[in-house]
């Protein structure tokens, strides 16, 4: 199967610990988690597999200028951090180095433009101070 993500959730699943805006957002995000290592990821604008639950709101988050421009930033920063471009219709598979490399990218903020004014930024940074000990994103050794 083939998991869709906006641009920003590349970021955001780096330091997923179980919080989010619903208890339906959060069962659906619990369940995308354990894939993320095993399946494609296709990069899509706007909603997203993540953002399924929040859809039936209404005015939805993840339909909002700022989260759409927070996927801009953030596709532009894993560009860089990847050394090719990743653009909307791109099917990636995000392996251990990729993990590795973007969670320290992120614990030091060079990939962070796109974490500007969110609500959960605060939150990401301790989980990513604290080596993301937290975080339901698992190698396949079962570390983070």
Same mark, same amino acid.
């Given at each position: 199967?083939?998991?869709?993500?906006? !641009?920003?959730?590349?970021?955001?699943?780096?330091?997923?610990?179980?919080?989010?805006?619903? &208890?339906?957002?959060?069962?659906?995000y619990n369940?995308?988690?354990?894939?993320?290592?095993? +399946? /494609?990821?296709?990069? #899509? %604008?706007? &909603?997203?597999?993540?953002?399924?639950?929040?859809? !039936? =709101? /209404? %005015?939805p988050h993840?339909?909002?200028?700022?989260?759409?421009?927070?996927?801009?930033?953030?596709? =532009? %920063? #894993?560009?860089?951090?990847? !050394?090719?471009?990743? +653009?909307?219709?791109?099917?990636?598979?995000? /392996?251990?180095?990729?993990?590795?490399?973007? *969670?320290? %990218?992120? *614990?030091? !903020?060079? #990939? *962070?433009?796109?974490?500007?004014?969110? +609500?959960?930024?605060?939150?990401?940074?301790?989980?990513? #101070?604290?080596?993301?000990?937290?975080?339901?994103?698992?190698g396949?050794?079962?570390?983070?």
């Amino acid at each position: 199967m083939t998991i869709s993500l906006r !641009g920003h959730h590349l970021l955001c699943i780096l330091t997923y610990a179980g919080n989010g805006y619903s &208890p339906s957002f959060i069962e659906n995000y619990n369940k995308i988690i354990p894939r993320i290592r095993d +399946e /494609d990821i296709l990069i #899509v %604008a706007g &909603p997203d597999d993540i953002c399924m639950p929040l859809l !039936g =709101e /209404d %005015a939805p988050h993840c339909l909002g200028e700022s989260v759409i421009i927070r996927d801009s930033h953030a596709l =532009e %920063a #894993v560009s860089t951090l990847m !050394g090719w471009p990743v +653009e909307i219709g791109h099917i990636l598979r995000l /392996d251990s180095a990729y993990f590795r490399q973007a *969670r320290w %990218a992120f *614990r030091r !903020g060079i #990939v *962070r433009a796109a974490c500007v004014g969110c +609500e959960w930024e605060q939150l990401c940074t301790r989980i990513a #101070v604290d080596d993301y000990a937290s975080t339901f994103l698992k190698g396949s050794d079962g570390k983070n």
